[in-house]
């Protein structure tokens, strides 16, 4: 049975829900940025609105506000991540739990910041939270560690931004600086214009965070990780590395007692030494051992995958 979604956000995320829902028989009822809403009962037009959005134009009609008095199931909070507070995204949770209704994530800033918060919401309402898209792109983590049950993961490790890795992977490649590398990148498109959240750590870091949150059921916060980014890996020190077989990536791992996400050494050939912009997760599990996930961590159709698989898992309200 199709659900009837409400998207706050309409970014490459938001717009990619709205776009590929149909095709999981759910039936999108609004869409909305910051400044207007696209709001329609019977179903906005997504086509219309998307290239509205794309041309520039207002989404709607409707003030975003006007989203939340919608007859909706599951609201998408696809909007910016934001850090402490971590509002507006976890104020919209919150209106959404309250007046219950499910939420699904693709903003990763409430459930890193403020998890306990919201898992304290949840548990006053019918509907649930779920936020697959906000740890990995299309790689299933969070439901592989659903499936193993959180209890017997003792740590999660790997590589979760694309951006570092492609730095990385460029300056072993081509024995190149790192501002070099950082300019091709930024060009590519592979980098934002203002890397600092890739390339120093920190978005690493939330998702980390949001897995270590998961394995201990809430307490942590970015404020918790020990951070490292890679700015100041020099392009030595990976010729250096791979005279001996190895190679550097940007490590996080979760457990229990904490978050870490700094460069380390890694066997040049070994599962975490991944290329390019791919991300890889390895989960290890008491009873099932290590359990390893690659693929493409972003992207607007890939993280959109996370969301809806999401949706498909909620029951009806």
Same mark, same amino acid.
């Given at each position: 049975?199709?659900?009837? =979604? ?13 776009? %590929?829902? $149909? ?15 696209? #709001?329609? =009962? ?66 990763? *800033? ?25 740890? *990995? ?51 590519? *498109? ?13 978005? +690493?870091? =939330? ?14 916060? =970015?404020?918790? +990780? ?23 990536? %940007? ?18 050939? $070994?599962?975490? +030494? ?5 991300? #890889? ?16 961590? +972003? $992207? ?18």
């Amino acid at each position: 049975m199709g659900q009837r =979604l409400a998207i706050l956000g309409a970014g490459n995320v938001g717009r990619s829900v709205a776009e %590929l829902a $149909g095709e999981y028989e759910h039936e999108v009822v609004a869409l909305a940025d910051s400044t207007s809403a696209a #709001i329609d =009962l019977g179903g906005i037009d997504v086509t219309d609105a998307v290239e509205c959005k794309r041309s520039g134009e207002d989404l709607g009609e409707t003030a975003p506000e006007a989203v939340f008095e919608t007859d909706y199931d599951v609201l998408v909070e696809a909007t910016p991540t934001t850090l402490d507070d971590a509002d507006p995204g976890f104020t919209h949770a919150k209106r959404a739990l309250q007046t219950d209704h499910h939420v699904v994530l693709a903003n990763k *800033g409430p459930v890193a910041e403020r998890y306990d918060e919201l898992r304290e919401l949840e548990a006053d309402s019918a509907g649930a939270i779920r936020f697959e898209a906000t740890v *990995g792109g299309a790689i299933p983590v969070l439901s592989t560690i659903e499936d193993s049950t959180p209890q017997a993961v003792t740590a999660v490790r790997g590589v979760l931004n694309g951006t570092a890795n492609f730095i990385l992977t460029r300056m072993a490649a081509e024995g190149l600086d790192y501002e070099h590398v950082l300019a091709e990148a930024q060009d590519l *498109g592979v980098a934002e214009a203002d890397p600092t959240f890739d390339v120093d750590g920190t978005d +690493a870091a =939330l998702k980390f965070v949001i897995l270590a949150n998961v394995l201990a059921d809430g307490g942590f916060s =970015l404020d918790d +990780a020990t951070v490292e980014g890679i700015q100041n890996v020099p392009g030595s020190a990976l010729e250096l590395a791979a005279e001996d077989g190895r190679t550097i990536r %940007l490590i996080g791992e979760a457990t229990r007692d904490g978050v870490r996400v700094s460069p380390r050494l890694v066997p040049e050939n $070994g599962a975490l +030494a991944v290329t390019g912009t791919r991300n #890889i997760v390895q989960i290890e599990t008491r009873n099932a051992g290590s359990l390893h996930s690659s693929g493409r961590g +972003a $992207g607007g159709p890939e993280t959109a995958t996370a969301v809806l698989s999401d949706v498909g898992r909620l029951p009806p309200l």
